[in-house]
């Protein structure tokens, strides 16, 4: 008898020891996950049933922050849900920074191959074996010393990473001075600091996402610019704008081509742009260094193409099946962009990450500021495709 029951005992360890990591709900922390020399923690959320080559997002916190105060202000674990993917939480502890920020200035911890930028690496190792994550589909963000700490990432493992977002951040190698005051490199300078960081690395760089509030008197604004300074450099485009998209709330977005992006929020300090509210584009909850805006992460998941992951619910209306027997008038006037800047200036709208033109509901495919369509104006609010018409 005793021996049956301790076979069944055996039995139901097992079962514990062998249940896939993608079964579990909540913040958890992970005990092991390498070498760690960086002496971080982890933690991660993994939606449940998330199957395997999904995305992975690493989230940063900032100075005086944790883990589980990032989850559960920042709405990452919404869009996690929404668009199918992983989240991985580092934590940084006092024993290694005093006020709990990530090193973000110490050269032991932001060199490829050592301290905590190592730490952070394996903990994508560690996503990519265990949550079955896409290992081309590897993006990180973080606020304040987690976004100078994602400058970090995105400069030392940009075979890696494919995308990175710094809000309220600093250039990588820069040091602490960056945080008070501008600084007077040129672009090319601010590149070669990121070209240091693996200098045998000769693909294509992350695509790059500069979130900073106007009025943030912690990191200087001028931090924001010369991010946009650095990247765009080592991602072989220009510094100047190739466009802008009006986004709520007076957020303005100027466009690198598709390499950079740079969101200017109007009138908060050092945070987090959050948006409290249950559409698709709200998320996060304030708080200490979570400030009332905008969501970010939401904005965040645009840019970098995440949407999509889960299930897409139909138009609320029927698009026409039928063309038009004869052709339009050329007076209609005919509009091309980006799906994002289409859905921006009124002409078409979003649901759940996918877009549909105002009117006549056609389906033009994923929000995202890199997929471009023609829109012609039939009648007032009414559009219809027109790839190739105009």
């Known amino acids: 008898m005793h021996r049956r029951l301790w076979i069944l005992v055996a039995f139901l360890a097992a079962l514990v020891v062998v249940t896939p990591a993608h079964a579990a709900t909540g913040l958890t922390q992970v005990g092991s996950f390498g070498s760690n020399p960086g002496a971080l923690r982890m933690y991660s959320y993994v939606p449940a049933g998330l199957p395997s080559g999904r995305p992975v997002v690493v989230a940063l916190h900032g100075c005086g922050q944790s883990a589980s105060d990032y989850y559960g ?35 032991g911890d932001i060199t490829r191959g050592a301290g905590e930028a190592l730490s952070i690496k394996q903990m994508v190792d560690y996503a990519v074996a265990n949550y079955g994550s896409d290992p081309h589909k590897v993006y990180v963000t973080g606020l304040s010393a987690g976004g100078a700490m994602t400058a970090v990432m995105l400069a030392t493992y940009p075979d890696v990473f494919a995308g990175g977002a710094v809000v309220a951040g600093l250039p990588y190698n820069c040091g602490t001075i960056c945080q008070y005051q501008a600084q007077t490199k040129t672009p090319a300078q601010w590149g070669d600091l990121v070209r240091a960081a693996d200098p045998g690395f000769s693909g294509p760089r992350p695509r790059v996402a500069i979130w900073y509030g106007t009025s943030d008197t912690t990191v200087v604004p001028a931090n924001a610019t010369e991010l946009r300074d650095q990247f765009t450099n080592v991602a072989g485009v220009s510094p100047t704008a190739t466009g802008s998209v009006a986004l709520p709330g007076g957020t303005t977005e100027d466009l690198y081509g598709t390499s950079v992006a740079l969101f200017k929020v109007p ?8 948006d409290p509210g ?104 009414y559009y219809v495709l027109a790839d190739g018409q105009c």
């Not at 709405?75 to 709990?100: H, I, M």
Request: proline fraction near 11%; charged fraction near 5%.
């Open 267 to 274: 009138g908060i300090g050092h945070g987090t742009p959050v």
């Open 278 to 381: 249950s559409s698709v584009s709200q998320c996060g909850t304030t708080g200490t260094y979570y400030l009332a805006s905008i969501c970010s992460s939401y904005y965040i998941t645009q840019f970098w193409g995440l949407t999509g992951g889960g299930s897409t619910p139909p138009p609320t209306t029927t698009p026409p099946t039928t063309p038009p027997t004869t052709p339009p008038p050329t007076s209609q006037p005919c509009f091309t962009a980006s799906n994002y800047a289409q859905v921006a200036a009124g002409r078409a709208h979003q649901t759940a990450g996918q877009t549909y033109a105002n009117g006549s509901n056609q389906a033009m495919g994923l929000w995202n500021t890199f997929t471009t369509h023609t829109l012609r104006q039939t009648n007032p609010n």
């Open 73 to 107: 202000h920042s709405g990452w674990p919404k869009y996690a849900d929404l668009d199918q993917a992983a989240l991985v939480f580092p934590e940084q502890t006092s024993s290694n920074n005093p006020l709990s920020c990530f090193n973000w200035y110490v050269n």
